[in-house]
């Protein structure tokens, strides 16, 4: 069955200037439209649900925009941009679909910024740990994005239900990531290391736990990996549809949550790939 894509216009009516862009994800949408896939709206998160993942004064502070950092600007109605993709998470682990959503979620720790980083890197809530602690089951939750997942892995770490696996560009922002902590199981590469060596240390990681453990794959999809962009791995589109082989083979129930990936249609052809090589179509 093709997997679903969780979107709404909303999220891209805010910011412009960053990076972080309405654009990346208009042009990964309008891609995507073109391939058959069925898109649903999701409906912004409910405070409780943030609160399982966040602290009240974060999300006081973020609701009254006191948030400002160099690289996550406190736009206005943040909090409810916010809201809105950490509840597109949640539909897609409800459906098993794919949030193509921004604000990204991976950096964004217990009180905004991850311990030891000054910033957020342009996240607000953490979009897949609200899914996860949500679904409350025990959860893979693989983290493909070329940063590391540092809010992520500060959310998790130690939570006897979840093992939190990352491979990752260092040296690179956010600087954490460099060896396995407890439950964290993190893999850091070198720029450009290219599609064989990023699938050998997905299969390596992959094999490190046993599946039957979990109930649910939770997948961080970012896609700056991609050969050039800002986190770049050396990756290309083929490489993706092979990420997304390896994640069926998984055999559970998985969800995809957009993270980074900054060169807008390249985006969309990525998702594409991931999805196609996870449904295993031609
Ligand atoms: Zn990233």
Redo the contacts with the bound molecule.
Sequence with gaps: MKTKIVFSEKCLSYGGWHIESPQRVKTAYDFLKTRSYQFVEPEATAEEDLLRVHDSDYIWNLKKGLVEDPDTPAYENIYEYARLSAGGALLAAKINGFSLMRP?G??AGRHGAALGVYTR??CYLNNVAIAVKALDRPTLILDI???HGNGTQEIFRGDEKVVYISL?RYPH?PGTGLHHEENCLNFPLPADCGEQRYLETLDQALGMVKMDRFEVVAVSA?F??HLGD??SLGLTEPAFRKIGERIAALKKPTFFVL???YAGEKNGKDIDQLLRGYEGEP
Aim: hydrophobic share 15%; aromatic share 12%; glycine share 28%.
């Design positions: 990204p991976h950096h890197g342009f994005d070329g940063h990752h922002y970012g700056d990996t800002l986190a993270e980074g990936g």
